[in-house]
Structures are given as structure tokens and as C-alpha cells.
């Protein structure tokens, strides 16, 4: 099953031009995943070209907020603070 790249913004190929291409190939089952992590006009423009299933914003899921704070926790331990710095958990 082929995977083909599409931009929701820069030189492209754009969401639509990926999904046109697939349906030249004969595809009629097509499938937009996306790693938005929010709600909005990209997601948004990218989910109405999606001609059947399209993947909703990652953002809401507990995934996602563990990721981010395991990476920010990695960035604070491996930098070197030049004072006392204090720290707020979301």
C-alpha cells in the first residue's frame, strides 16, 4: 500500500495533490494521517481534502503530553544552569 508525503504548507506536494495522485493509481480507499497536535487552519484544510478517513489532532491525547514533558524534563537535565531555576508542571 503506498504512502505518499503531504504539505499543509511549503512548495509541496500539497494534501490534495498526494490524495489526486493516489486516485490516478487507482485508489479509491485513501486515508489522511496527520501529526498536527492541535486544531486549526492546517488541519482543518488538510481533513476536507481528505476524500474518506483523515486522523484527528493528536494534541488531546495523554501520548502526547507525556512526550512532551519527558522532553522537557531531558532539556532540563542536561542543561547547565548558571542560576536556580524553578519549574511548573502542566
Known sequence: MPVLP?????SGPTVSEAVRTLTALGHDRIAVASYFTAPGR???ECAEAAPGVVAAPLGAHPAVA????HRYEQALA???LSHPAATVGV
Request: without cysteine.
Open 78 to 80: 542536561s542543561a547547565p
Open 66 to 69: 507525556r512526550l512532551v514533558l
Open 6 to 10: 503531504g504539505y499543509a504548507s511549503g
Open 42 to 44: 492546517f488541519a482543518t
